[in-house]
Each structure stands twice: as C-alpha cells, then as structure tokens.
C-alpha cells in the first residue's frame, strides 16, 4: 500500500468511525480538470456503485458542491436528500444520512470526504462527532499538502478506480457461516456476502441454485461468480439492503446458456424468489425456486411484511413478476423512467414542455391518469397544466392563497409529499373538499428547487392503490427534478421576453426612403430554443449613397441581441464615417474581438451609389447574395470574401465591385432561410434562387410590391414550426433616374 492509499483508508476508517457510519468514500480531484474521482471506498462492493465513481464539480451533487463550495454538507435522511439534492435521492432512493466535508490544505481543496450513516443515527447531528469529522478532514488536507511537497513533483490526483476496502474494525471477511452448519440441512439456498460483495458462504442447495459448484463460488466476487446477477435491476435492490438496512425480497431469471446455471434452470425453472438481510458485517441470501419443480412452499419468498426495494417498482405480488417478460420482470422496466425523465426534462425550455415531457415520462410508469401542475406567484397557486381531470374541475382551486387548507398548498408550505390511498381518506383528512367522479388514489407533490418553493404537482390514479416507501422517495425526488426543470423554465420565459423585447429594439423599425432605391427587411425568430438570436440587417444613409448590412451573430438568446446590437452600431458608425467597406469590415472585426474573445458574427456589407448603381461588396464569411435582373435571370453572385468577424485581429477583407441596374433586385439574407436538417446549403440557397427568379419584377404594375416579393420568399419558412434559426432578408431595387 502507498502512503497516498495509506493516508486516503486511515482518514475514511477514522471518519466512519467519528459519526458511526456504515459506509465510507474520499474523493480526489483528477488528471482532468473539474472531474472528482473516488480514491477509497469502504464498506460497500465497488461494483454496485460504478455510477458515482466520477463526479464533474459542476453537477448538483452534495459531493460537488462541498468541493466547489468548500462547505460541509450533512443531510440527515431521505426526506433532506430529495429536497436538496433530487437528483441524488432519484438514484439511490433509499434511507440513509450523510456527511460530506471538502479535505483542504493551506489553500488547496484536494477533495471530500463522505460517509453515509443510517437515517435513524443521530452520530452525525452530535457536536462532538462531528468536530472529530472534521477534524480528519483537516488532517487528511495537512497530511496531502506535506505529500505533495515532499514529492516535489505532480500534484496529488486519483485516475484509476477506486480502492475497495472493508469498513474498519472489521476482521472477519464478512458474515460467518451459521453455527454447526445448521444451513446445509435447509431445503432452501443460502449464501452470504461481505461488504464489498465477495462469497464468503454457500450451503449446497445454495450452490445448486446458482449453478456453480462450491469452490468456484467462494471467495469470488457475486458479480464474478454468478455474472447474469449483473443486470440493473438486481443491482438496485442490492443497493437498497445496503444502504438502508432493510430487507429485500425480488426475482431473478437464470440464463439456459451452457455454464450459466442451465442445468439447475432446467430442473427448478429458470426464476429465482431471493430475499437479502443486511446485517453490520454484509449480506445473506436465501433462494428458493420458482419453477415447475418447487412445491408451494418454496415458491413464494419469506414474508417478513417488508415491501420490494428498488427505483418505481410497484408493490406487484410475485405472481405477476412470475408473469411478467424477461426483460420485465423484477421491475426492471421501471428502473429506467428516472432517467428518461431527467433527460427529457434537460431538453424542456418552457414550462408548458415540462409538464408535457411528465404526463409522457413520469405518469406512466406508476399507472397514473391525471396530472396537475401549480406554480407559485405572488403567494398564490396558479393551474400552470392539467389532463385527465374533468373539465372546469380545476378551476375553483386556481389562484389559490397559501393560507388555504387544501393539499395541493399544504404540501408547499410544509414541503412534505402527501399521498392518499383513496379519495375516502383524502376527504376525511379534508373535510368539505370538492371531489371528482373517480375514487382512486392522490399523490400531492411538493414542487421545491435548491430550498425554493417553486408549486406543487398532483399526480391522480383511476383506483384506490397504496404507495410503498420507496415509490414515496422515488415520486419525491422526481418531484425535485420537476421543480427544478420548472424553475429554469421560468429563468427561460424572463430571459426570452427579455431577448424578443432588445432583439425588437434594435432592430430597425423603418428603413429610409430614397428617390431612386426601394428597399424591404424580414426577420423571423427561430421556434427552438430562445427564439431570438443575432441576425439583422440594415440600410445606412452615408453621404451620397446607401449602406446595406446583413449580419448574423453565433448563438441565440440576450447576449447574441445584445452583441448584434453592439455590432449594428458599429457598422452604422463607420459608415457614417465614410469609412470603405474594407476598413468597415475590419474595424467591426477589431470591435467585437475587443468587446467579447470567443464571439463571431458573419457579414455583408454593399456601398451603393442610388444615381448610377455602382456598388462595392465586403463579404466576412456571410453567404453570398442574390441578384436578380431586369429580365428575370437570377444568379448567386461570386463575391470574394474573408473569415467570419472577430476570429483573426489581422484578418482581411478584400472587396469586390458591381452594378444594380434599374429594376434589377439584390437578394442580401442570413443562413436561416436557406439551411435545412438533413440537406445540402446549396440546396437551399438554389431553392431561394428559383424562388426569387419566378417573382415577378416589382416594377410591373402585375407584379408584387419589394415587400410582396419579400414575404413570398419566406413564406415558406414562416409556415415551418420548429424553426431552428432565425431568419433576416433585405431586399433592395433601383429605379431609373428621371
């Protein structure tokens, strides 16, 4: 063992020990930065817990925030974890407290150090305790900095796996044999595992069960021994013993492949009824059959009254998991609807997506029909999104104060999830409450973000049904996952009106007349995301002639408006100047590198003389613009050009010269109106050309107006939903002097 690994397992035993912790971890910072790895783990299987083994600092993990914050962070059981940490509670929804203190020496923070502690513990409430924790923290930094120094070399950093060790004070393997080998005689299975997930003990019906014979079992890992034990469904029940403490009873299916267990599947039937007990030292396992071969008896597992543990695994009899599908059975369909929601929840912007995304994700996989969403403003309960629930039923209880007794505000104010069974326990815990037609079960959810209240939500079921404890943490943490979804999806609405209200201020409002040139602007948001980006476009009186600008800025939302108008002002500065479109383009550049490193924006910028036609083209990156002729020929110009604006300070823009002939039109546009998912951009900007080319001259009195030709050539784009840009067009014809 190396000193780091020595410091890094003393420091984790001394810490279990300080606050009577079952489980215990250290993470270090890594190679790669803002990335945390787990160093030591003590008194769990490495195997099980994969998942954690790496943790990015920005993710809202308590782990995360100790280390970025620099703060201790101790949650004292199940109900603290969903509230604060939703997405923490929706993976390990199970009971448990824990402490996370960062382990810092003079000013660097080299990790945390967590322990988990039984929920019912008051170990880590107690003062004492919990200076000793910290205390080993601070040790653990002093002893890491001396390290470090005496090194004199890399900084002290963890990128392999975890070291996997067992809790301290612990000098048996794990859970002895029982005494006289009074299992062998059993007619069920049995075998016991130590706390990092070894065999320590099978008794031989045991070992006919799991298909291996005795010696290939002990010692070995469960994992490595019996390794169609790996799937994601047994694993979280395992977890849940684990952690919690409490009994867990579930199914499992054996493989028919040779070497599996095909024999023993054969002869018992290939499902198998375990139930796991933790105790101080691990795990035992009884296993009895259910099959074609297993009596009554041994077809249904021992009833000690404890519900089955596992992520949104409905309290279902093991006669429908026996019925169930392979990939079904055990719950394991349902252990994935977290993460489905977490995702689909990561792509929702508003809260009308939201709501949508939980009645497609969230409903479904606890059997529920009806879903109700209230979002809290100026201390009143709005109806934010309902379905299922009779029309108008609703509507009394929208905009409701929070001094109402109803369920849907109390669960706010007390932040506690409240679940009723059926709606007669719901009326006799509310006396007087308006009720539907339908007789089943509620779900009130409380909707809170990082300590905020954000709603609540109420989930409705069509029959009476009970709620296991761990359907109640799972659908609580979701809750939070919910609120924080909502909560972004309200920063979303106040940032987009703020966007479309700028985006609309800078944009011109009317561009100027002149005797000799028409011109006509388009703009279109985009229908994903924040609507609004940077594209826009603009005509400039500049002595005796006319400027015409088109630009798009990267990305979408306040900063692109913002930086478009920055931009705009600049161009219409140097115009004024009667700077020429080369010092324009490259004044602009300089601009927007000074204003904002890492920002780029395309252009087109065209010096136009109204009385002769003759015009003079600066391209940075921007496609290439349109003309149209007299006679109806439409080309896509050629027009040489350099980098986009505000990647190169030294960048060159070299410019090009031609004519506009009376009747003729120039087609200036952004790549919005031409880009499509899936195709080629020369598609779409031919697509434009033809489209421009059949319009008919807007100097025949049949033809349309500039703004006629305008709207025509994005029409089509307009009448598209899910618009991913924004869209500018400037159109600009000359008329013949008289």
Not at 342 to 352: H, K, N
Not at 417 to 446: C, K, T, V, W
Not at 597 to 614: M, N, V
Not at 623 to 648: C, F, M, N, S
Request: net charge negative.
């Amino acid at each position: 063992m190396t000193k780091l690994t020595a410091l890094l397992t003393g420091a984790v035993a001394e810490a279990m020990r300080a606050v009577g912790g079952h489980v215990g971890g250290v993470y270090l910072r890594s190679g790669t930065p803002g990335l945390l790895r787990l160093a030591v783990l003590a008194g769990l299987p490495g195997p099980l817990f994969r998942p954690w083994w790496r943790m990015h600092v920005d993710r809202p993990f308590p782990v995360a925030d100790a280390y970025r914050d620099g703060v201790e962070i101790q949650l004292a059981d199940a109900t603290e974890t969903m509230r604060r940490y939703p997405q923490l509670a929706a993976g390990l929804p199970f009971s448990f407290g824990s402490v996370y203190v960062p382990v810092v020496g003079a000013s660097t923070v080299y990790g945390v150090l967590t322990v988990l502690c039984p929920a019912d513990s008051e170990a880590a409430s107690a003062p004492r305790d919990r200076d000793r924790l910290t205390e080993t923290a601070q040790g653990l930094g002093a002893a890491l900095l001396e390290l470090e120094r005496e090194a004199d070399g890399p900084a002290v950093v963890w990128d392999g796996e975890p070291l996997c060790v067992p809790p301290p004070d612990d000098g048996a393997p794990g859970p002895s044999a029982p005494t006289d080998c009074a299992a062998d005689l059993l007619p069920e299975g049995v075998f016991t595992l130590d706390r990092l997930g070894r065999i320590n003990y099978v008794n031989p019906r045991g070992a006919l069960l799991l298909g291996r014979p005795p010696a290939e079992l002990l010692g070995e890992s469960l994992w490595h021994a019996v390794p169609w034990l790996e799937q994601p469904a047994y694993e979280d029940h395992l977890r849940g013993a684990l952690l919690s403490r409490v009994p867990v009873h579930f199914q499992v299916r054996r493989p028919r492949s040779p070497g599996d267990g095909a024999e023993a599947a054969e002869r018992y039937g290939d499902r198998l009824s375990l139930s796991a007990y933790p105790g101080p030292e691990g795990l035992t396992f009884t296993a009895v059959p259910v099959g074609r071969e297993a009596d009554s008896a041994q077809a249904t597992a021992p009833g000690d009254g404890q519900q089955p543990i596992g992520p949104l695994t409905a309290p279902a009899a093991l006669d429908d998991l026996a019925a169930a599908p392979p990939d079904r059975a055990n719950g394991a369909e349902a252990l994935y609807p977290p993460v489905f929601l977490a995702l689909a929840l990561s792509e929702a912007v508003t809260a009308r997506q939201v709501s949508a995304v939980v009645m497609q994700e969230l409903l479904p996989a606890f059997g529920g029909r009806r879903l109700a969403i209230y979002l809290l403003q100026d201390r009143h309960l709005y109806l934010a999104w309902e379905s299922g629930f009779p029309k108008g039923f609703l509507d009394p209880f929208d905009g409701v104060a929070l001094d109402v007794r109803l369920p849907g505000v109390e669960t706010l104010t007390s932040g506690r999830p409240l679940f009723f069974e059926s709606m007669q326990q719901l009326a006799a815990a509310y006396p007087g409450i308006a009720l539907d037609a339908e007789q089943g079960a509620r779900a009130f959810l409380p909707l809170i973000a990082s300590g905020r209240p954000v709603g609540s939500c109420i989930l409705g079921f069509d029959r009476p049904r009970g709620f296991s404890p761990q359907e109640r943490t799972v659908l609580t943490a979701l809750a939070g996952l919910i609120a924080q979804a909502l909560e972004r999806a309200q920063r979303y609405d106040t940032e987009a009106a703020l966007a479309r209200g700028l985006q609309a201020a800078l944009l011109p409002h009317r561009l100027p007349a002149h005797p000799l040139v028409e011109t006509a602007g388009r703009y279109l948001p985009g229908t994903q995301g924040m609507d609004v980006g940077g594209d826009w476009y603009d005509v400039v009186e500049a002595g005796d002639g006319l400027a015409l600008v088109i630009g798009d800025v990267q990305g979408h939302g306040v900063q692109a408006a913002a930086t478009m108008g920055q931009l705009r002002s600049a161009v219409r500065a140097f115009a004024l100047g009667g700077h020429s479109p080369e010092e324009v383009m490259s004044g602009t550049n300089r601009l927007l590198i000074d204003l904002d490193p890492g920002q780029f924006a395309s252009c087109c910028y065209i010096r136009l003389d109204p009385l002769t036609g003759a015009a003079r083209a600066a391209r940075a990156g921007h496609p290439q613009p349109l003309l149209r002729h007299p006679d109806g020929r439409t080309e896509v110009l050629d027009l040489p050009g350099g980098v986009v604006l505000g990647v190169a300070p030294d960048a060159v823009y070299p410019v090009a010269d031609l004519r506009l002939d009376p009747g003729a039109v120039l087609a200036l546009y952004t790549d919005g109106l031409v880009e499509r998912p899936g195709t080629d951009i020369d598609e779409g900007v031919e697509r434009l050309r033809a489209a421009l080319s059949r319009a008919a001259t807007p100097t025949r009195r049949t033809g349309p107006s500039l703004g006629g030709t305008a709207d025509l050539l994005i029409d089509e784009a307009r009448r598209i939903t899910d618009r991913p840009d924004d869209i500018a067009l400037l159109l600009t014809t000359r008329r013949a002097p008289r």
